[in-house]
């Protein structure tokens, strides 16, 4: 049921592609972002797959720079998420304009490799991950797909307010199905005791961020940005497959 996939040639030098369960099905799917657009230019390190670490949280995918978890040798930023694939030529295309409309007031960049969170980013170590994806494989292999909305914007910050995300929220009316899926992962997180997600989570897609507490502004813009938006089709987020990004790896665990 779950492969590993490390998206295109262009990340392909830190990444490999094997097969972990059975036959799975190719897929075409946007690239993964590479290790430049992951974590900036400024930083040095390239690193060899395997031997890698990787000590970025989530904000990673948001090109953010600021740690929330200690950098140490070993360490793996791992995720779960489920990939926005469907919407996202709309989506990229909100981006841009948000961009270009608030550009006088506040300086946004586009997050990439759009998806829902299902964790917060964890800390798993070189030997864990094994056992964890398979713990996750597992967890989910009784799980069912659903077609599913996106539509209401909603700005959020992450715990330590360093970074304000401006992102569209999962239709209300598939919360009760999105946490049926979230349970299972939740699980696993408290079998390693890991951090669970948000006591009351709030699915969404994060579209664009800032480094800096920019809620207030965000927030006062926001019905002008909603009607930006309505000016594009339904967003469609169907939720066929979970993903599990772990450094530099990427395993999918597809739904029934
Ligand atoms: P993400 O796109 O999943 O990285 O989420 C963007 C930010 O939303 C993260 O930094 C989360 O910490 C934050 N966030 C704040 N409150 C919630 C919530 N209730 N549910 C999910 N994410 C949240």
């Known amino acids: 049921m779950a492969l590993v996939d490390y998206g295109s040639s262009s990340s392909?030098?830190?990444?490999?592609?094997?097969?972990?369960?059975?036959?799975?099905?190719?897929?075409?799917?946007?690239?993964?972002?590479?290790?430049?657009?992951?974590?900036?230019?400024?930083?040095?390190?390239?690193?060899?797959?395997?031997?890698?670490?990787?000590?970025?949280?989530?904000?990673?995918?948001?090109?953010?720079?600021?740690?929330?978890?200690?950098?140490?040798?070993?360490?793996?930023?791992?995720?779960?998420?489920?990939?926005?694939?469907?919407?996202?030529?709309q989506l990229e295309d909100f981006q841009s304009e948000v961009i270009e409309k608030l550009e006088p007031h506040v300086q946004l960049q586009a997050n990439e490799s759009l998806h829902l969170s299902l964790s917060k980013t964890v800390v798993l170590q070189y030997h864990q991950i094994d056992e964890f994806t398979r713990s996750l494989q597992q967890a989910l292999?009784?799980?069912?797909?659903?077609?599913?909305?996106?539509?209401?914007?909603?700005?959020?910050?992450?715990?330590?307010?360093?970074?304000?995300?401006?992102?569209?929220?999962l239709d209300a009316a598939f919360t009760a199905k999105m946490s049926v899926l979230l349970r299972p992962v939740d699980l696993v997180m408290r079998d390693y005791r890991l951090p669970q997600f948000y006591e009351k989570p709030s699915f969404h897609v994060s579209l664009l961020w800032c480094v800096g507490d920019y809620q207030e502004l965000l927030t006062n813009k926001l019905k002008e940005l909603q009607q930006l938006l309505e000016d594009h089709d339904t967003l469609k987020l169907p939720v066929n497959e979970v993903h599990c990004k772990c450094g530099n790896k990427d395993f999918i665990y597809k739904l029934k």
């Open 141 to 169: 292999q009784s799980c069912t797909g659903f077609n599913s909305t996106l539509h209401m914007l909603q700005v959020y910050t992450n715990e330590e307010r360093t970074r304000t995300f401006l992102a569209v929220q």
């Open 12 to 89: 392909s030098e830190n990444e490999e592609t094997e097969e972990i369960g059975p036959a799975p099905t190719i897929l075409k799917r946007p690239a993964l972002p590479t290790a430049v657009s992951l974590l900036g230019t400024k930083i040095p390190r390239q690193e060899t797959q395997d031997e890698e670490e990787d000590d970025t949280d989530n904000s990673a995918l948001h090109g953010g720079r600021i740690r929330s978890f200690k950098h140490e040798r070993g360490n793996w930023a791992t995720f779960v998420y489920v990939p926005a694939f469907a919407s996202v030529e």
